[in-house]
């Protein structure tokens, strides 16, 4: 390695032997080649990147590049679904995790061994699915055209936008049972769930209010049944009522230990 790259760390499995061939089709956050590396019991998954980009100084500002964070996070991305074809159970790293050389890769191993084993342990042979509801948005509704004996009294105005609001609070607690109706279903498949705050519609890119956003750590050979489920309860859904399943994907939201520490420059 040189003295202008770092090693970008991406994901730990456990060593199962011969060292496994990363297909050249998978590049990292830099497009560089993925390889492993194998110390104390484990497997990481790296690559070499641009000191330039990935030192801690030159890091904090790009950070606050959304495009250049847009394209890492895709990179990372990539590799850990490498991974979890690669091995039976892959613990993905967090962003932009680095190290002088792989001697501090093979010290950040040593140090985490209890934790990577007790994570790879509790999560082996199960993937996370991650389901989120949307209630689409109400069509706007024409004003009503005025009496022939004059605009509405205030009295009128009042009464008719107490019945719109209590009209949409009704629709909003039907859609929220709905929901709840859709997470416990599929928290019934599930060993373990994480809930997280709503989406915000215009980032998300899906139109309407978010009622659930979940993701669902789901046994591999439970996986069908879940699918399965997921599109029985699309089929069943109310009009405007949408249901996004994504995944399968490495058991992010599940990882509870985080031993790296990155041996940043």
Same mark, same amino acid.
């Given at each position: ?17 011969p ?7 998978? *590049? ?27 030192e ?30 690669l091995?039976p159970?892959?613990l993905? %790293? ?17 140090? @985490?061994r209890?934790?990577? @084993? *007790? ?5 082996? @042979? ?16 024409p ?5 022939? +004996? ?17 009209a ?6 039907r859609?929220g ?14 060993e373990?769930?994480r809930?997280?705050?709503?989406? /915000? +519609? ?7 209010? /978010?009622? %659930? /956003? ?7 050979e439970r996986?069908d049944?879940?699918?399965?489920t997921?599109?029985?309860? *699309?089929d069943?859904?109310?009009?405007g009522?949408r249901?996004?399943l994504? @995944? ?12 790296c520490?990155?041996?940043a420059?």
């Open positions: 390695m040189t003295d202008g790259e770092l090693l970008y760390a991406y994901a730990v499995a456990r060593d199962a032997g060292a496994r061939d990363v297909p050249e089709t998978v *590049t990292g956050v830099a497009d560089e080649p993925v390889r492993e590396v194998c110390h104390a019991g484990f497997a990481a998954l790296v690559g070499r990147v641009p000191a330039a980009e990935f801690e100084g030159a890091l904090r500002e790009r950070l606050e590049d959304l495009a250049w964070l847009e394209r890492v996070a895709r990179g990372h991305q990539r590799v850990v679904d490498a991974a979890v074809s091995f159970c892959a993905p %790293l967090r962003l932009a995790t680095v190290y002088h050389d792989e001697d501090g890769l093979r010290r950040m191993l040593t140090a @985490g209890e934790a990577f @084993g *007790t994570a790879l342990d509790r999560l082996e @042979g199960r993937v996370e699915w991650g389901v989120t509801v949307y209630a689409a948005p109400a069509p706007a509704e004003a009503p055209p005025p009496k022939p +004996s004059g605009p509405p009294s205030g009295r009128d105005y009042l009464r008719r936008r107490g019945a719109e609001r209590r949409a609070e009704a629709d909003a607690r859609e049972r709905a929901a709840e109706a859709v997470h416990e279903t599929l928290a019934a498949l599930a373990a769930v809930l997280y705050p709503p989406q /915000n +519609s215009p980032l998300s890119g899906h139109p309407g209010r /978010n009622l %659930l /956003n979940a993701a669902y750590l789901v046994p591999r996986a049944d879940f699918t399965r997921v599109a029985e309860l *699309t069943q859904a109310p009009d009522f249901i996004r994504t @995944g399968p994907w490495a058991p992010y939201s599940f990882v509870t230990h985080d031993p520490v990155p041996d420059p």
